[in-house]
């Protein structure tokens, strides 16, 4: 909704922004694909070709959250404006609304998050075959989809950071309140008991932790912007789902046989947790990238060290005669050095 | 089955053992109780009370495994014979066969796992009211139970850690497939393509580790009994989960969104063995009593150690002229100590 | 220092601060014992005994930092004054200012760390017989120790996990330079230059979420006092260290044989870090501390989530029919529960 | 020893055989080079030019260790014949035996490990100055060398991981000695006593693991030659002391402050486990290695896998009536796919 109210024409907001605001009707995004690395946003190849009047898509699309929700109504699709061409890989994508009810949508699927169809949620697996759409559902024109999903998405990896902080904490409630359940039932026996203790300790450590690389983030969001803000990010996003996953399991542990079932919403706070690891892209991409900046940007600092090391073997090796001092058959005292 | 085989009368064999040796029908084993702390067997409090020549069962019992399915026809009920009394906390638990159709059952839902309901097969939370058998139900006798179920539980535990071994292995070979994808399109970026090498290896390194545990807690059990084995099983118990659920774990961040949907089998690999750190009691109590084991089997060994300390001690005080030096203001050189 | 500005008398400050402040002498601190466990601080026993117009002191300390430097003039002892008896027993202790060539005082060796004997600064091993001072001697009063020791090491406790977070950074710098090295002759292979990336980044984000850990708690000493600040001085306490070793050790791996030898300063940074986990009482004890308070400061939150449980299984129950429905054989399908 | 007697000359044996094996003297392996990246031998750099009826040796040496026991009077040195040009990088070193007091010849330092000298046996940094030695010193040959390390390093390599075995073994007796120590006086606090008998339950599963491992490589040495048991010898390389110098830093833990210093062996056996994972090449590398092995090795496996996916994925679009089916507003039940 955010990205129609800053992006849209006055005819797109009179005809999706009031029924979304006021909950008649939901909208779903159609981003990532099943055929590509959705880690890389450039790999995106849903095809949109102006045809006439009309735009024509066709691609195939899945996680689009949301699609499985009966009142939603409108897709906000990405894809490549094949007809412009771009030597810039960022020009090549535009964002286009289609009603969901338009001829050539499928939807095959839901697909399930571990065991959990999310419904009436829904992520959907959805394809699209010769969808025909006016014109005028294009958002800010051809080539200007990366424009539009860099500013939606930089504040919106803080919400997921966010919501897990918040699934996190309420494990670690959970956890405190079998640990010292006042009947005593389910208390664990007395030797276990500092075990279970440590967890709750740890896991307060650990969510405070995070809870503070996520206020960094969003103070310097806040300050700088989201594009000033992306290393800040990317350390939120890293981290907080790599805590939350540990204290969540640590509370399922201490619950048993009803950690993992319907009778706690552990199991669900877990899996909705797993899935951060992975679908604003990999920690591992998030990783790479953060490696290499710090490399960069610390660079003079660094290479000051080596510098030193080197001073530091030469008189190391100056203080023990190199150069003239020939070996006599001893052990060389450390003191000498 | 086997525990039919084993301890059954003639006629409970002929009733039973040769339609479920048939596939015709299936048991489930119920056994776990939602009120009370399962990890010690000799909390359960279901009870059975012998009355004229029927046994009346009354209790509730959950994650009965199977009895979701619609040709469970017979129940294998753990309770507490409560009109004999026995010194021996070991001595008071029965076992009883019950058809599961008898009036007082109520089969109320199956318990889920991340999401995951395992049907046809199913964990059912069941109540018996007043469920009324005939005296030749029982088996052994009153007061076997624990002899029944240890020489069932024995064994069964190498089953969970032999399946989760197998689980391990079949995620190494999803995570090495799609990391060295044929097609490429999902090969990792060049830089994280070390870092998933590197998870393959761990992995192989791990699987193998850990299957040479069960290996070693097999032949013990073939050697000498499951009793005398009960060490090597819990090393056993304890090791594998936590390395399937790792080496699984790697596998779904290898896949990104296909390792959480049905798409793969990872998900619920993952459930799976996630489950095994409860289900045969949880890992910290298995390791509490390892580790009591441990410290009272190398006791002899350990004081040495200390012994040695204390000599040490003292040797390097007496070194550095202990009783008659007094402090010169200077530094002890390392080398006179 | 700071402790004797603010306990001493005024010709405590005219012998010892003056000189101290100049950097003339040194003082070492006599606080930890060899025969008790240290983490407990009234289980200190070195003997203080009133006789005359003296004070006569018996015991064995270790650990002493700074007793190996040639300068070090003055012992800052703390000890149970025996003659005075008190119901508390943060009442007990007392501390004394005794003059390190004082006849009585032995220093038998110094402890190393590690291979390291951290000279000339040291860590004494000292026994005290029959060690004799003027009454004068005496810091604020018979029984006022804990008085003393507690001003002194809350902010010291930040003082260490503050130089630790400085370790931690000068270890990543290390492992950039290595990583990048210009000259290239020690850049890892192509294939686990991924991995080394890795490694940049999780320590910036483990270092950062650690120094925000241990501001938090600066802010709280600041703002609230010491005292009321123990919960984040602990969790400062616990975390710092760990990600330090973690930290560091990543970046020894990076520079291999040169990352343990005397080549670079990793290893005594190492070792440095490693002793934090222990000298103000073990993480183990921090941990069970703080994870009690955790349970009593959410109880009243928590105690919520057990009633949510309940009420969650009854609903379950109720919606398949509990108490009415007899099992008819099939499965419960979950759409009715 | 082994390698003379497996590859020397009898003049060779004649001269330095005997007197090793009496305990006379001792020798040093001088290989690593201070300038490369020794994980991969081939870039040993050391010059061993032919000049007459000599060989004429020029290069730097460190980690040789035994240089600094003042009976060491033979160094083995790795370099390259650069007279004799090959094709093959596995054809351009060679050994040759060299008399320690030979002119040319400096031992500048001894390396530390963590602070440890590791005197009187030390680790050397040497360097050579045309230094001439009679042709015969070769061994075995011109470009024969890697044929000799080879023989050499792979039983030694599980050398190291047998000895960290032991290492790991005797720290948890100590670790059992301190937990539960007869006298009391530092047995941790009831409640964390918990956390330190899971220690000493988690140490003993993975120690009891690795020594499979490494018993695994053993056999397989045993029956198909090290060249066969490559991946299985790396294997245990990289598990052993992994697992070693975690239970050796819980050893340590579990001692406090008694378990830095000199008082026991702890530190020493933690700084000589961390050294295996540099020597024989970083865990880095052999992971790399053991990764793409176990790509290739279960390349056809996993192949497999792929085309399950593939089929799962269009069983599923096709049960949900893909190429026919439009999308109907409604959430598409799970149960019909």
Redo the contacts between chains.
């Keep these: 909704m955010e990205f129609l109210e800053k992006y849209g024409t006055e005819a797109q907001k009179q005809q999706w922004l009031v029924p979304l605001l006021e909950g008649r009707i939901r909208s779903a995004f159609l981003m990532?694909e099943?055929?590509?690395?959705?880690?890389?946003a450039r790999n995106i190849r849903c095809d949109i070709r102006r045809d006439g009047d009309d735009y024509v898509l066709n691609g195939s699309k899945?996680?689009s959250s949301g699609a499985?929700?009966?009142t939603?109504?409108l897709y906000i699709v990405m894809g490549q404006t094949t007809n412009t061409s771009s030597e810039n890989p960022y020009g090549r994508h535009s964002v286009v609304l289609v009603l969901?009810?338009t001829?050539g949508?499928?939807?095959?699927?839901?697909?399930?998050?571990?065991?959990?169809?999310d419904?009436?949620y829904?992520?959907g697996?959805?394809?699209l075959k010769n969808v025909r759409v006016p014109a005028s559902s294009i958002v800010l024109g051809e080539g200007r989809g990366f424009e539009i999903i860099q500013g939606r998405l930089g504040p919106g990896r803080i919400h997921h950071a966010m919501r897990t902080i918040g699934a996190a904490e309420s494990a670690?409630?959970?956890m405190?309140?079998?640990?010292?359940?006042?009947k005593k039932?389910?208390?664990?026996?007395?030797?276990?008991?500092?075990?279970?203790?440590?967890?709750?300790?740890?896991s307060?450590?650990e969510i405070?932790?995070?809870r503070?690389?996520v206020l960094?983030a969003a103070v310097k969001i806040d300050q700088e912007g989201a594009k000033a803000a992306l290393r800040e990010i990317a350390?939120a996003q890293?981290?907080v789902p790599h805590m939350a996953l540990q204290v969540i399991d640590r509370a399922?542990?201490a619950f048993?046989?009803?950690?993992?079932?319907?009778?706690?919403p552990l199991?669900?706070l877990?899996?909705s947790a797993?899935?951060i690891?992975?679908?604003d892209g990999?920690?591992?991409?998030?990783?790479?990238?953060?490696?290499?900046r710090?490399?960069q940007r610390?660079?003079e600092?660094?290479?000051e060290?080596?510098r030193w090391?080197s001073a530091?073997?030469d008189r190391?090796?100056s203080?023990?005669?190199?150069?003239a001092?020939?070996?006599?058959?001893?052990?060389?005292p450390?003191a000498n050095?």
Tied chains: 1, 2, 3, 4.
């Excluded at 099943?34 to 890389?40: E, K, L, R, V």
Aim: aromatic content about 8%; proline content about 5%.
């Design positions: 990532t099943p055929d590509i690395a959705s880690s890389d899945w996680w499985g929700d009966p939603c109504e969901t009810n001829p949508i499928t939807v095959h699927r839901m697909l399930s998050v571990y065991g959990y169809d419904a009436p829904g992520h697996h959805i394809t670690l409630e959970w405190i309140a079998r640990v010292n359940d006042e039932a389910f208390r664990p026996s007395h030797s276990a008991h500092g075990t279970f203790q440590e967890w709750i300790a740890k307060r450590i405070d932790a995070a503070m690389t960094n350390m890293v981290l399922v542990q048993g046989a009803a950690g993992v079932c319907q009778d706690t199991p669900g877990w899996a797993r899935i690891r992975i679908v990999p920690d591992e991409v998030h990783l790479q990238q953060l490696g290499r710090e490399s610390m660079g600092a660094v290479q060290k080596l090391q530091e073997t190391l090796l203080l023990s005669g190199f150069g001092a020939v070996f006599s058959g001893g052990y060389i450390k050095l």
